[in-house]
Nanobody, 126 residues
Framework: QLQLVESGGGLVQSGGSLRLSCAASGFTLEHYTIGWFRQAPGKEREGVSYISKSSASTNYADSVKGRFTISRDNAKNTVVLQMTSLQPEDTAVYYC???????????????????WGQGTQVTVSS
């Protein structure tokens, strides 16, 4: 059974940093495109970033470009989202998701992914 587990969320002050991890059991993350999404209260879930299979490409939402970095730690079978210069508007539940397809321009869309984690809360105080 394919499972994704997010960790690393928490409460941080504006301008601070957090490192989110997406760990997998039952499959090798390197063979999957991994996306990070977030959902703030009362808002739709939005794509934040993705890294394609074999780390061939990455992409970011405009709102996080230059502040967030996605990477893989293949030895730990995890994908990391390093978040810096956090702002209150980054407050949300963050989810990772997996797809065994190449993104082809769809990596920031929910419908591209067929495996999801349960999410981790990120709260940024002003």
């Amino acid at each position: 059974q394919l499972q994704l587990v997010e960790s690393g969320g928490g409460l941080v002050q504006s301008g601070g940093s957090l490192r989110l991890s997406c760990a997998a059991s039952g499959f090798t993350l390197e063979h999957y495109t991994i996306g990070w999404f977030r959902q703030a209260p009362g808002k739709e879930r939005e794509g934040v970033s993705y890294i394609s299979k074999s780390s061939a490409s990455t992409n970011y939402a405009d709102s996080v470009k230059g502040r967030f970095t996605i990477s893989r730690d293949n030895a730990k079978n995890t994908v990391v989202l390093q978040m810096t210069s956090l702002q209150p508007e980054d407050t949300a539940v963050y989810y990772c998701a997996a797809s065994n397809a190449w993104p082809a321009g769809l990596g920031l869309k929910q419908t591209f992914y067929n495996h999801w984690g349960q999410g981790t809360q990120v709260t940024v105080s002003s």
